[in-house]
């Protein structure tokens, strides 16, 4: 009997502690958190890396695109596996996994594109070998704004206007 009872508070704890993680990881305010406590850990610009998950999900873990982008950052699975060898299906749907992704790629892109935002941005949005296509042959300066280059392609231009211009 009292054994039967000890599993039963154990089972009890263990089920509010899983509850409040859950909580605490999916909570709109931790994943704020989380969102500019990763930019700073890849040595990101918050506020942009802030805007770019903003903008992409509206802080919301389990979006889906109709690309079929998954989660706070809104990565395909193909950049998944990219940016991490290792990387699992379903796991895009977990904040902390997502926004560690999602960086990388960011500081991946940085490095590619000069550390020229509007670049980065692009290449976030549009995809690394359409920008490429697009700049071909050009000499890239980190303090240019590029944005003009992409006003014919009217989301990514839009998308690089509102996390930039919100500086």
């Not at 998954?70 to 699992?88: D, F």
């Not at 790629?105 to 590619?112: D, E, N, V």
């Not at 670049?119 to 995809?127: I, M, R, T």
């Amino acid at each position: 009997m009292a054994k039967t009872k000890a599993a039963k508070q154990t089972f009890i704890l263990i089920c509010v502690f899983l509850l409040l993680a859950l909580i605490l990881v999916f909570n709109p305010i931790s994943v704020r958190l989380m969102t500019v406590g990763m930019a700073v850990y890849y040595d990101l610009d918050p506020g942009i890396f802030y805007r770019l998950i903003r903008a992409e999900s509206s802080f919301r873990s389990f979006a889906i695109s109709p690309q079929r982008a998954i989660g706070l950052g809104q990565m395909i699975e193909s950049t998944a596996y990219y940016v991490h060898k290792k990387h699992k299906r379903g796991w895009l749907f977990v904040p902390f996994y997502n926004l560690r992704l999602s960086a990388k790629y960011i500081k991946y892109l940085q490095k590619r594109y000069d550390n020229n935002w509007s670049l980065v941005l692009a290449a976030y949005n549009w995809g690394e070998t359409n920008v490429d296509r697009r700049i071909k042959g050009m000499e890239i300066d980190p303090k240019k704004d590029y944005r003009e280059r992409f006003r014919d392609i009217r989301e990514t231009y839009q998308y690089i206007d509102k996390i930039l211009k919100q500086k």
